[in-house]
């Protein structure tokens, strides 16, 4: 009873601050409501509405795009500099601090300074370094094929750095015996890596990989500083899209719409993370 009395504010807390607003957000999808006029239940037809707007498949395949980019330079690099610090036999302290630097930077100063870095004109800090070699300018946020890549470039760079941190505490664990033996059977630093610590990290590596995946999916920063979604709409993601429904409109936003297309969002990922764990379980457990 006693531990009951001490959990009761924090339940309260959690309850009010987390629970609450999800069920808010919920009842939110079956209603018209911007907030300042007549609440209005309409039932499924923001999720309808939703369904029929154009720009939500673009806004997914901007999404899925932005996913995929990420998993294949943002997923493999903090694995490879974690490798890479690990082996170092001095200052690998001060590598590693290097390394988890971009993650203490606040997230708008970082895309302030990387649009500043991006800057398409010829004194542009990417474009002077291209200049050096006889190319560009660039026009990075400015064309729709570059910009995507350059949004997912600038995350990487931001995130990358936390990933590190739990690749090597996951590390550390790998017994060092292992390591030796492999030594004494000639193995190089990337046979070491393939045959000893990617076994040794695999459920390590199945967490990184739904989280990189959820995090992808809600991807709102980047494409709202850098490019506001454009240029023409190639960098509208699904959650800047909840965020037009809501804010677009000084008026008073759509938040039925909004909430709904935030309710198909957990729910596809609640279920893609069920399903994904489901079919890992066995091969995370080996």
């Known amino acids: 009873m006693s531990t009951l009395v001490f959990l009761l504010p924090l339940l309260l807390v959690f309850g009010v601050f987390s629970w609450a607003p999800i069920v808010q957000s919920v009842v939110m999808s079956f209603q018209r409501t911007n907030l300042v006029g007549p609440v209005e239940f309409v039932g499924l037809d923001n999720f309808a509405q ?13 999404t899925v795009w932005f996913a995929v980019l990420a998993l294949l330079f943002g997923y493999p690099l903090p694995l490879l500099a974690a490798v890479l610090i690990s082996e170092v036999r001095h200052r690998k302290g001060l590598f590693s601090a290097l390394a988890y630097l971009p993650v203490v930077i606040p997230p708008v100063v970082a895309v302030l300074l990387w649009k500043f870095f991006y800057d398409a004109g010829p004194t542009g800090v990417f474009n002077t370094v291209l200049g050096w070699v006889g190319l560009g300018p660039w026009q990075w946020l400015q064309n729709p094929g570059s910009a995507m890549p350059a949004l997912v470039l600038e995350a990487t760079w931001a995130a990358a750095g936390g990933t590190v941190i739990i690749y090597l505490a996951a590390l550390a664990g790998v017994p060092a015996d292992l390591y030796e033996a492999a030594e004494i059977d000639g193995s190089g630093i990337w046979r070491k890596v393939w045959h000893v610590t990617l076994p040794r990290l695999r ?36 959650l800047l899209l909840i965020y037009d429904y809501a804010f677009a409109n000084s008026l008073g936003g759509d938040y039925g719409a909004a909430t709904a297309l935030s309710i198909m969002l957990a729910a596809v990922l609640a279920l893609f993370s069920t399903a994904y764990f489901r079919l890992t379980r066995s091969w995370s457990a080996s």
């Not at 939703?50 to 901007?62: C, E, G, K, Q, Y």
């Open 203 to 238: 459920g390590v590596l199945l967490v990184t990989f739904i989280l990189q995946i959820i995090g992808t999916a809600q991807v709102f920063l980047e494409p709202f500083l850098f490019t506001g979604g454009g240029p023409a709409n190639s960098t509208t993601t699904l």
């Open 50 to 62: 939703v369904l029929s707007d154009p720009l939500l498949w673009t806004a997914l395949r901007n």
